[in-house]
T-cell receptor
């Protein structure tokens, strides 16, 4: 079946604008993650959703970042008042559950450039 | 806090030669360890993982990694490189007690394979 789909693939925005990134996980995957990769750095965990449980937001870098997920479907990551340091590739991943026997399936990412 | 160090942002080998990609972790207790691979224009995919007592882990495409607690290492090897192995490889670590796949990634190593 289809993999994890992210849109847009590229986004250029001006400093101070809000952006919304979308993730469509694999059907049936209850767990959904957002990570980001800034240039020259490893992936950083942002947020985790598992079913209808409260999300783990411990990785969000500031209150300008927020994410929502409706049930076990689409998720959106919103960055308000973007800053140049927000420029990165934002990656979404999904898995069948929280256990480690279920691997993460990553999308191709959204490359965000803040000018 | 956990961290992962991947020595060498780029590794070049000839086709048929041994592949060795190095990964060292920092953690107060033995963590779960992962290798992910990203082929050109594709999302990250799981290559192999260490979550149990078996210290030598075999993954897809002939890759394997050995967990060495005394050296805090989880190096990735393959006896004979193929051209199709050219990709970026990421080592990641996760706390066993987190309950979900909150991974800390290294900065990645790009493997170049020449004919």
């Amino acid at each position: 079946g289809a993999g994890v789909s992210q849109s847009p693939s590229n986004k250029v925005t001006e400093k101070g604008k809000d952006v919304e990134l979308r993730c469509d996980p694999i059907s049936g995957h209850t767990a959904l993650y957002w990570y980001r990769q800034r240039l020259g750095q490893g992936l950083e965990f942002l947020i985790y959703f598992q079913g209808n449980s409260a999300p783990d937001k411990s990785g969000l870098p500031s209150d300008r970042f927020s994410a929502e997920r409706t049930g076990e479907s689409v998720s959106t990551l919103t960055i308000q008042r973007t800053q140049q340091e927000d420029s990165a590739v934002y990656l979404c991943a999904s898995s069948l559950g929280q256990v480690y026997n279920s691997p993460l399936h990553f999308g191709n990412g959204t490359r965000l450039t803040v000018t | 806090a956990q961290s992962v160090t991947q020595l060498g942002s780029h590794v070049s080998v000839s086709e048929g030669a041994l592949v060795l990609l190095r990964c060292n972790y920092s953690s107060s207790v033995p963590p779960y360890l992962f290798w992910y691979v990203q082929y050109p224009n594709q999302g990250l995919q799981l290559l192999l993982k260490y979550t149990s007592a078996a210290t030598l882990v075999k993954g897809i495409n002939g890759f394997e990694a050995e967990f060495k607690k005394s050296e805090t290492s989880f190096h990735l090897t393959k006896p004979s490189a193929h051209m199709s192995d050219a990709a970026e490889y990421f080592c990641a670590v996760s706390d066993r007690n987190t309950g979900f796949q909150k991974l800390v990634f290294g900065t990645g190593t790009r493997l170049l394979v020449s004919p």
